[in-house]
Protein backbone atom coordinates (compact mmCIF):
# COMPACT_ATOMS: atom_id res chain seq x y z
CA UNK A 1 0.00 0.00 0.00
CA UNK A 2 2.69 2.27 0.80
CA UNK A 3 4.25 1.82 -2.78
CA UNK A 4 0.55 2.71 -4.36
CA UNK A 5 0.72 6.28 -1.97
CA UNK A 6 4.44 6.65 -3.36
CA UNK A 7 3.39 6.60 -7.08
CA UNK A 8 0.44 8.83 -6.39
CA UNK A 9 2.31 11.08 -4.75
CA UNK A 10 4.77 11.30 -7.16
CA UNK A 11 2.30 12.05 -9.65
CA UNK A 12 0.62 14.15 -8.23
CA UNK A 13 4.17 16.16 -7.28
CA UNK A 14 4.60 15.98 -10.54
CA UNK A 15 1.80 17.18 -11.98
CA UNK A 16 2.10 20.57 -9.34
CA UNK A 17 5.40 20.73 -10.74
CA UNK A 18 4.16 21.19 -14.84
CA UNK A 19 1.23 23.55 -13.90
CA UNK A 20 3.41 25.59 -12.03
CA UNK A 21 5.57 26.17 -14.76
CA UNK A 22 3.27 26.98 -17.44
CA UNK A 23 1.49 30.10 -15.49
CA UNK A 24 3.26 33.31 -16.46
CA UNK A 25 3.43 36.27 -14.82
CA UNK A 26 1.71 39.30 -15.94
CA UNK A 27 3.90 41.57 -14.23
CA UNK A 28 7.52 40.46 -15.83
CA UNK A 29 8.78 43.11 -18.66
CA UNK A 30 11.13 42.60 -21.31
CA UNK A 31 13.95 44.76 -21.33
CA UNK A 32 13.05 47.09 -24.11
CA UNK A 33 15.52 46.89 -27.44
CA UNK A 34 16.68 50.24 -28.55
CA UNK A 35 17.24 49.89 -32.22
CA UNK A 36 18.92 53.00 -34.03
CA UNK A 37 17.74 54.30 -37.53
CA UNK A 38 19.36 56.55 -40.63
CA UNK A 39 18.47 60.07 -40.00
CA UNK A 40 18.53 60.35 -43.57
CA UNK A 41 14.56 61.42 -44.89
CA UNK A 42 13.27 58.44 -46.88
CA UNK A 43 10.27 60.00 -47.88
CA UNK A 44 9.13 63.86 -48.18
CA UNK A 45 5.00 64.86 -48.64
CA UNK A 46 5.91 68.24 -49.52
CA UNK A 47 4.23 68.43 -52.86
CA UNK A 48 6.94 69.51 -55.63
CA UNK A 49 7.26 70.48 -59.17
CA UNK A 50 9.41 68.69 -61.49
CA UNK A 51 10.40 69.21 -64.92
CA UNK A 52 11.92 66.13 -66.70
CA UNK A 53 10.83 63.31 -69.08
CA UNK A 54 7.99 61.12 -68.79
CA UNK A 55 8.76 57.56 -70.14
CA UNK A 56 6.35 54.92 -71.11
CA UNK A 57 7.70 51.32 -71.78
CA UNK A 58 6.16 47.57 -70.64
CA UNK A 59 3.72 48.70 -67.91
CA UNK A 60 6.36 50.92 -66.09
CA UNK A 61 5.91 54.71 -65.71
CA UNK A 62 9.85 56.36 -65.65
CA UNK A 63 10.60 60.18 -64.71
CA UNK A 64 13.75 61.47 -65.45
CA UNK A 65 14.65 64.54 -63.67
CA UNK A 66 15.78 67.15 -65.80
CA UNK A 67 17.79 68.87 -62.87
CA UNK A 68 19.37 65.77 -61.14
CA UNK A 69 18.86 63.28 -63.81
CA UNK A 70 17.33 60.68 -61.29
CA UNK A 71 15.03 58.48 -62.35
CA UNK A 72 11.99 58.00 -60.26
CA UNK A 73 9.00 55.63 -60.72
CA UNK A 74 5.80 57.29 -61.38
CA UNK A 75 2.58 56.16 -59.84
CA UNK A 76 -0.77 58.05 -60.73
CA UNK A 77 -3.07 57.46 -57.76
CA UNK A 78 -6.01 59.92 -59.42
CA UNK A 79 -5.85 58.40 -62.69
CA UNK A 80 -7.37 55.99 -64.55
CA UNK A 81 -4.59 54.38 -65.90
CA UNK A 82 -5.76 52.04 -68.90
CA UNK A 83 -6.54 56.01 -69.99
CA UNK A 84 -3.54 57.04 -69.20
CA UNK A 85 -1.30 54.48 -71.28
CA UNK A 86 -3.88 55.39 -74.26
CA UNK A 87 -2.72 58.95 -73.89
CA UNK A 88 1.12 57.99 -73.81
CA UNK A 89 0.78 55.89 -76.79
CA UNK A 90 -1.97 58.75 -78.38
CA UNK A 91 0.78 61.11 -78.06
CA UNK A 92 4.13 59.44 -78.35
CA UNK A 93 3.19 56.94 -81.03
CA UNK A 94 4.94 54.14 -79.19
CA UNK A 95 6.52 53.08 -75.79
CA UNK A 96 9.78 54.27 -74.61
CA UNK A 97 9.13 57.90 -76.17
CA UNK A 98 10.20 60.50 -74.10
CA UNK A 99 7.78 63.16 -73.17
CA UNK A 100 8.39 66.15 -71.61
CA UNK A 101 6.51 66.65 -68.84
CA UNK A 102 5.71 69.04 -65.58
CA UNK A 103 4.66 66.64 -62.94
CA UNK A 104 3.73 67.75 -59.32
CA UNK A 105 3.49 65.30 -57.03
CA UNK A 106 5.83 64.27 -53.56
CA UNK A 107 8.60 61.46 -53.64
CA UNK A 108 8.78 58.52 -51.31
CA UNK A 109 12.14 57.23 -51.41
CA UNK A 110 12.65 56.80 -55.47
CA UNK A 111 8.97 56.81 -55.88
CA UNK A 112 7.78 59.87 -57.61
CA UNK A 113 3.24 60.37 -56.66
CA UNK A 114 1.78 62.55 -59.27
CA UNK A 115 -0.80 64.81 -58.08
CA UNK A 116 -1.38 66.68 -61.72
CA UNK A 117 0.88 66.84 -64.38
CA UNK A 118 1.11 68.60 -68.10
CA UNK A 119 2.79 67.88 -71.11
CA UNK A 120 5.54 70.18 -72.10
CA UNK A 121 7.17 68.81 -75.54
CA UNK A 122 7.22 66.04 -77.22
CA UNK A 123 10.84 64.84 -78.11
CA UNK A 124 11.55 64.51 -81.67
CA UNK A 125 8.69 65.86 -83.15
CA UNK A 126 9.18 68.57 -85.66
CA UNK A 127 5.44 70.13 -84.59
Request: aromatic share 14%.
Amino acid sequence: MKLLDLKYNTIFFLFLIGITSCIVPKDIKQPEEIVTLSTKVISSNLVKTYVGWWVYGEGQHIFKDEQTLEEYDLIFPNENMVELVELYISVCEMEYFPMECQMTGFLSGNILSVQAFEILYIQGCGE
